[in-house]
């Protein structure tokens, strides 16, 4: 099993970067960082939320920093090709990643080997937002919230698919976390990715998934799809009808993931300083965070690396233990 992120391994490290004052020099090339071309590698397709995020804020960083900043999608193994390259790149601040948890936190319980360390190959940045994710049900489904799913799941077990986007994907970590509480049984459909997902719910193929409120919402107003739940404390004000799994006794599913940014291990800490502080500024501008936070149903978080690293440590138990209740594992 690959290590699990300790507190005093990725806080230690994320606190040295609190501390750096000093210029911010480009360690190759001379002259203030950044002096040349910046890499951000999204371990995924181009087109999906997070490359839609992370497209958005290098327009922005460019601006700023009056240098190209390019958005390079390295797709494949369940993110492992990308996360392997930037943990192989060379730490001086022109090689990025913006990745989910599956990255940092999932494939690490899912995986008895990684072509990467999740804690001594990357340094964590910040935390962009958490997106939290809605429970979906075809509209053909009696239930209206979970307790009625539940309901009728026991009553009629094996009856109801759900659709995830593989193996150790949120919604199959989620739905699993939800049937071990309850006791029901909904068959497991594995898909490629949310793009299969949600139209095979649309289509009845299976009844339910997980999907962030920007990859559902059209399909909510058509009345094709419902929303019986919807992870985080908070309900979404896109959505203000729509209960948290909390509010409905159902504190411990796995209903959310995130996005956040990393660099390779050895990374100056005042180059993570300037990344953070220069990130964060343009996640709280007042039109960027409508946009590309509220409008597309994030949560916004723009933590600290050290706030961000004693995150990672309890993301990372929480998911060890639905993987284990999952039972799956990706080798």
């Known amino acids: 099993m690959v290590s699990i992120p300790t507190l005093s391994g990725l806080v230690c490290a994320a606190a040295v970067v609190m501390t750096a004052a000093a210029p911010v020099h480009a360690q190759s090339t001379g002259g203030a960082y950044p002096a040349k071309t910046v890499r951000i590698v999204v371990p995924y397709p181009p ?6 995020l992370v ?7 460019s601006q700023q920093w009056g240098q190209a900043v390019v958005v390079d999608n390295k797709p494949g193994a369940g993110t492992l090709v990308g996360a392997e390259s930037v943990a192989k790149a060379a730490p001086d601040g022109y090689t990025l990643m913006v990745t989910t948890d599956a990255t940092i936190t999932i494939n690490p319980h899912l995986y008895t080997k990684l072509p ?36 009728y799941a026991k009553v009629n077990p094996g009856k109801l698919n759900y659709a995830s986007y593989g193996n150790g994907s949120q919604p199959h970590l989620a739905m699993e ?80 993931a995130w996005f956040g940014l990393f660099a390779p291990a050895g990374t100056p800490p005042d180059i993570v ?26 949560e916004l978080v723009s933590s600290r690396p050290d706030q961000f690293a004693a995150f990672l440590t ?15 594992k990706a080798d």
């Open 273 to 298: 300083a300037k990344l953070h502080a220069d990130i964060s500024r343009i996640l709280k501008d007042t039109d960027f965070m409508q946009r590309q936070v509220i409008d597309k149903g994030y």
């Open 116 to 151: 990467y360390d999740p804690v001594k190959d990357f340094v964590p940045i910040t935390q962009l937002v958490f997106l939290n994710q809605l429970l979906l049900a075809n509209s053909n489904v009696s239930a209206t919230n979970v307790k009625e799913l539940v309901s």
């Open 177 to 256: 976390m939800l049937k071990n509480e309850t006791g029901i049984d909904i068959v497991h459909v594995p898909y490629k990715g949310i793009s299969q997902a949600v139209p095979a719910v649309l289509a009845n193929e299976v009844q339910l998934t997980f999907s962030g409120a920007a990859s559902s919402m059209a399909h909510l107003k058509t009345g094709r799809i419902k929303a019986l739940a919807i992870g985080g404390k908070t309900r979404l004000a896109l959505l203000p009808e729509v209960p948290t799994f909390t509010e409905q006794g159902f504190p411990d599913i796995p209903s959310n």
């Open 47 to 52: 087109g999906g939320g997070l490359d839609t």
């Open 55 to 61: 497209r958005a804020l290098s327009v922005q960083l």
């Open 314 to 328: 309890a993301d990372s138990s929480r998911n060890a233990r639905a993987v284990k209740i999952s039972g799956v």
